[in-house]
């Protein structure tokens, strides 16, 4: 009998993080490269028995022409990432990968996104109903052709305007009719939340690693409990809000008194394409700017600027500045300067966390999985922002699950 596949659907599948994420598991699968940078092959994770990364199968949906061999290509050429023998030594089964990608939806998506958008890539769609129907037909279609047991679904396409709760977020029967509404322009629902909804309706564990709405509403977050479905979220922490989860509880314990927190953030690949909109860059400030004053618990002055600068494409630069009072009043400066690839530090990430979502519906765990929080930078279902104290949750809940034998 043939052994069967677990599938991960990406939406946003070939963007930087897509791919990336999609190189790394042929890389692994093929013992190309090593499990560093993965959280979940720490021994504390040891037991659990997650899914091998040798057993996915990847999907998703991409609103441009790309494909992964070609974005990975111009990677490789750009930002000088990805070794020649991981490229030539995966190309099989990317090849055979891609025949898993279907045209993505662009409702609701704000114009930066749209303007990305390229003839074919789209699926046309009147209605929000409409569209989740069709993202449903794909992912059933996904699992029937690759005999697949369970999928899970990871948004990590471009970043969304902020979008304002509306009572129709609020109310089932609200949700359902706007859902219906012929109006596309007029529907507050953005395409993430669409995503979000046909995987929840269709009981497909979900990670939202952007910080697009996707299931940030109380009907999505009911429906997940219902339908049994493990949700978690949101913007994946990677770089500099990274350091300042970490940073910030120094601050706190040596009861310093942060005056001002100032993070520049510089990068060029199509994230930074998107996000020099400044419609779209609004959420992205939001969840970055909101980490300071959560840990130490009082609000600095704090500001967070993104710039594009094409040069640097997946290369992301940050300058931070803190400036502090310490003994006797007396006033006191850190600075530090960040630079990562983008794709490289969350594709990981995503893995990991398809990997513990996985698990957590194994065990029959439903809705908002706070557990999770280590990950995000706007940790849904937590309010914990101190990476630190975020660990101890997960180790806490790992040994829970383990018997204190990982």
């Known amino acids: 009998m043939s052994k069967k596949k677990t599938g991960l659907w990406l939406i946003g599948a070939c963007g930087g993080v897509g791919t990336t994420a999609t190189l790394g598991l042929a890389a692994l699968s093929r013992g190309l490269t090593s499990g560093t940078s993965l959280v979940t092959e720490l021994p504390l994770f040891s037991k659990l028995g997650l ?71 789209v699926k046309a769609a009147l209605t929000g109903r409409e569209a989740v129907e069709f993202i449903k037909a794909d992912l059933n279609e996904f699992k029937a052709r690759n005999n697949l047991d369970e999928i899970v679904v990871a948004h990590v396409a471009s970043t969304e305007p902020p979008c304002p709760m509306e009572p129709e977020h609020e109310d089932d029967q609200r949700f359902a009719k706007r859902l219906e509404k012929q109006a596309v322009g007029q529907t507050p629902l953005p395409a993430s939340t669409l995503y979000a ?26 429906m997940a409990i219902r339908n049994g479905v493990p949700l978690c979220g949101k913007d994946g922490k990677t770089g500099e809000t990274l350091m300042k ?29 998107v996000l020099d909109d400044p419609r779209h860059k609004a959420s992205k400030v939001g969840t970055k700017d909101q980490v300071v004053s959560a840990i130490v618990g009082y609000k ?11 040069s640097l494409d997946d290369w ?42 996985l698990d957590a519906k194994k065990r029959g765990q439903k809705g908002l999985q706070s557990q999770f929080a280590s990950f995000f930078k706007h940790p849904e279902g937590s309010k914990e922002h101190d990476f630190f104290r975020q660990w101890n949750i997960l180790e806490a809940h790992v040994e829970g699950l383990t018997g204190g034998n990982s």
């Not at 899914?51 to 974005?71: K, Y």
């Open 197 to 222: 909804t046909a995987a929840i309706e269709l009981g497909l564990p979900y990670v939202n690693f952007t910080p697009s709405l996707g299931a940030s509403i109380p009907v999505l977050e009911r």
């Open 245 to 273: 989860t970490v940073l910030a509880p120094m601050f706190s314990r040596r009861n310093w008194k942060i005056l001002s927190w100032v993070g520049h953030n510089i990068f060029g690949n199509r994230d930074g394409v």
């Open 316 to 357: 992301k630069t940050a300058w931070d500045h803190i400036h502090f009072e310490g003994f006797l009043g007396t006033k006191m400066i850190l600075q530090f300067i960040w630079q990562g690839c983008d794709s490289l530090l969350a594709a990981p990430l995503v893995i990991d966390l398809a990997r513990l979502i």
């Open 51 to 121: 899914i091998d990364p040798a057993d996915f199968v990847v999907g998703g949906h991409e609103i441009r022409a790309s494909r992964f061999r070609q974005n990975a290509q111009e990677m490789h050429e750009r930002a000088g990432v990805f070794g020649r023998n991981i490229l030539n030594g995966t190309d099989d089964l990317l090849a055979a990968w891609e025949e898993n990608i279907r045209p993505g939806t662009v409702i609701g998506s704000g114009p930066a996104i749209e303007r990305l958008a390229e003839s074919g890539a």
């Open 300 to 310: 600095p002055q704090t500001h967070v600027s993104i710039e594009y600068i094409q």
